[in-house]
Nanobody, 123 residues
Framework: HVQLVESGGGSVQAGGSLTLSCSAS????????MGWFRQRPGTTREAVAS????????FFADSVKGRFTIARDNAKNTVYLQLNNLKNEDTGMYYC?????????????????WGQGTQVTVS
């Protein structure tokens, strides 16, 4: 049974930081792309960042480059999203997802397994 569990969301003032965690079962994690997505109020879900668990290669959406970082701890099957210099527009539900091996997924549909989400509120 594949399971992704996010944690670390919360309420923070603009300019603050949060660290989100995504713990995954083995089958959903090894040598695969792990992505973070968010859905802001009134918008569709969008990609934020991703990382290849095999070699740690990261990818970031332009909207978060320079503010967010992504890392993984393969011993814990966990991916982290560090949110820095948060802005009001970063408010939303953040989701972790497990994608395929190899080429970085270009579509949200390529991510097969999803967590339940963790809320980030910036005020």
């Amino acid at each position: 049974h594949v399971q992704l569990v996010e944690s670390g969301g919360g309420s923070v003032q603009a300019g603050g930081s949060l660290t989100l965690s995504c713990s995954a079962s083995g089958a959903a994690y090894s040598n695969s792309w792990m992505g973070w997505f968010r859905q802001r109020p009134g918008t569709t879900r969008e990609a934020v960042a991703s990382i290849y668990t095999g070699n740690g290669v990261p990818f970031f959406a332009d909207s978060v480059k320079g503010r967010f970082t992504i890392a993984r701890d393969n011993a814990k099957n966990t991916v982290y999203l560090q949110l820095n210099n948060l802005k009001n527009e970063d408010t939303g539900m953040y989701y972790c997802a497990s994608g395929p091996r190899g080429t970085r997924p270009a579509r949200e549909e390529d991510y097969k397994y999803w967590g339940q989400g963790t809320q980030v509120t910036v005020s």
